[in-house]
């Protein structure tokens, strides 16, 4: 018994190892020219979304300035032992061609005095290690952790109808914690998400995790919209892994051909290809589809709010009798 203790410590503790040698190559990794093409992608969406021209917008994690301004020559600013200087920037939305903001600046390198700071229109975020594959549990549950913390914290400074745009690890859909959930599903409605393929916003070879992005909005009234929950889980014995029930209804929202390998370590891992480069395009697709469906300033020719399309579920993927339940909140 205590040798096999000793062996599932011993895993760990290598496990623990490699997540310290990828989150370092991340660190090392570029991803201006990527942020800068998402930011071309994702102002048009927040803006069809109704995000005012003059508003406030703020964005954090890595390359905030060049995610707000689109330009990937404007690096964030580091000190000494090359941590960035400032977490947090702010910018003006523009007016008439909404592909970026005006006058990016940082605000602090410390949380935002939410009592005291004016509210903004939209948040922007490509939260930290997005795109590296976390083996060890400690790992994978303190990425989880900060991003509940730091997407709680930019919904509660949203203005109510405001939105957020979250490039986050494809775990947080597919192994999502229902307590977390809850907090976010009491703050904001889920308007739909885009999983974009392994190396899309990095090219190396420890950063070929799939990246969802995540639309939400704040909710404008206490009431939650049973048509915008926060998707469930299902479990897929074909592949031996859980995923998010989102892409099994709208599969086209995975920008690439879907995967699934075994690692060095015997882990079941998900991996999207696109070796053509297609993903921009089909982007910003996606990001139409999603701002016609919920721009609350669009109405529809009955005057009413535009009715959400009927999900249509993947060929040859049917669900089990035995599916794992998730959080439907």
Not at 91 to 113: S, V
Not at 242 to 268: A, I, N
Request: charged share 20%; glycine share 8%.
């Amino acid at each position: 018994m205590n040798h096999e203790m000793n062996l599932g410590a011993e895993q760990q503790e290598v496990l623990a190892q490699a997540d310290i040698a990828a989150m370092k190559a991340h660190t090392y990794a570029d991803a201006t020219d990527s942020h800068a093409r998402l930011a071309g992608i994702l102002w048009p969406l927040l803006h069809g979304l109704g995000a005012p021209a003059g508003g406030r917008a703020l964005a954090f994690g890595a390359d905030p300035q060049i995610i707000l301004t689109g330009d990937p020559s404007r690096p964030e600013p580091r000190d000494a032992d090359g941590f960035p200087v400032y977490d947090r920037w702010q910018g003006t939305l523009t007016g008439p061609r909404p592909q970026t903001t005006g006058n990016a600046f940082p605000i602090t390198r410390y949380p935002l005095d939410l009592a005291t700071s004016r509210t903004f229109d939209v948040a922007v975020a490509s939260m930290p290690h997005n795109d590296v594959r976390l083996r060890s549990r400690e790992a994978r549950a303190m990425r989880h952790h900060q991003f509940h913390i730091q997407a709680s914290e930019a919904l509660t400074g949203l203005v109510p109808g405001g939105h957020a745009v979250f490039l986050v690890n494809h775990s947080v859909l597919d192994f999502p914690d229902p307590g977390r959930w809850a907090r976010l599903a009491g703050m904001a409605d889920f308007l739909g998400a885009v999983r974009l393929p392994s190396n899309a916003l990095r090219a190396a070879p420890a950063c070929d995790a799939p990246v969802d992005v995540l639309v939400l909005r704040r909710r404008p009234s206490p009431h939650p919209d049973p048509d915008l929950r926060f998707p469930g889980v299902q479990w897929s014995p074909q592949d031996g892994l859980h995923e998010s029930t989102y892409f099994t209804e709208h599969p086209e929202r995975v920008l690439g051909t879907r995967q699934v390998g075994t690692d060095y370590w015997g882990m079941k891992q998900l991996a999207v290809h696109d070796p053509d480069l297609t993903w921009p395009r089909r982007l910003k697709s996606a990001f139409g589809e999603i701002s016609h469906q919920h721009d609350m300033h669009r109405p529809s020719a009955s005057g009413a709010s535009p009715a959400s399309p009927a999900p249509t579920l993947r060929r040859g993927t049917p669900r089990p009798q035995y599916e794992q339940p998730g959080p439907e909140l």
